[in-house]
């Protein structure tokens, strides 16, 4: 039971009274700003080589696998929602290759919307620097409905040099979720990433809602 003052009254497991002090933020104070940056939920992005060490140091309960074998994916202990997406990397049909479709990202973004983010989610694909980019930008944009697109892209490319996400994936996801070009033109402004055999890990913030920074001319 809490006074006026914010002291809590326990009891100790000797039986005696115990008093714990609870400091409630002020909603407008900086410290509450600060608070609030900490609840962001994170996307954590790697190649398949790093989701076992991923998950176990973020202690990741979503993934979201994105590979041409699907026999690849692997589910670690502790992760309770695995979506495996079988499509290649690729922009444009292949023979012996799955290029993304509708129904493709149909799946990411209902995966999207069903996330728990009180815990992590793992974003990956074979090497970590296309389809899992693309993805996890994907991802981000529809947790983040408020939020510029431009920042987005912008924080996946100080987060990562190496990615390059998929601008198949990300132009059917722009179609999709009614953005008017927007995410395309924020992934054509950040440019292709440094070429790498293998992404090197990195994570996103993905904000409460209602702490987006769009514009009011972007629509």
């Known amino acids: 039971m809490a006074d006026d003052d914010g002291v809590v009254m326990v009891r100790m497991s000797d039986g005696a009274d115990g008093v714990a002090v609870v400091h409630e933020p002020d909603p407008a104070s900086p410290r509450a700003a600060d608070d609030l940056i900490r609840q962001a939920a994170t996307i954590v992005v790697c190649p398949l080589s790093r989701v076992a060490e991923m998950v176990a140091q973020h202690e990741v309960a979503t993934i979201l696998s994105l590979l041409g074998d699907t026999g690849m994916a692997l589910t670690p202990d502790g992760v309770s929602h695995h979506l495996v997406v079988q499509v290649n990397d690729i922009v444009a049909a292949a023979d012996s290759m799955i ?60 987060a990562s040099t190496t990615a390059s996400p998929n601008r198949h994936f990300v132009e059917l996801a722009d179609r999709m979720l009614h953005r008017q070009g927007r995410m395309v033109a924020a992934i054509e402004q950040i440019g292709p990433g440094v070429p790498a055999p293998e992404g090197v890990p990195f994570t996103l913030s993905v904000r409460p809602s209602g702490t987006g920074t769009r514009s009011a001319s972007a629509g």
């Open 99 to 158: 290029l993304a479709d509708t129904r493709h990202i149909q799946q990411v973004i209902d995966f999207a919307r069903s996330w728990d983010d009180s815990a992590p989610m793992l974003v990956h694909c074979f090497a970590g620097i296309s389809r899992s980019t693309a993805s996890a930008f994907i991802v981000a944009c529809v947790r983040q409905p408020d939020r510029d697109e431009t920042e987005i892209a912008a924080e996946l490319r100080a």
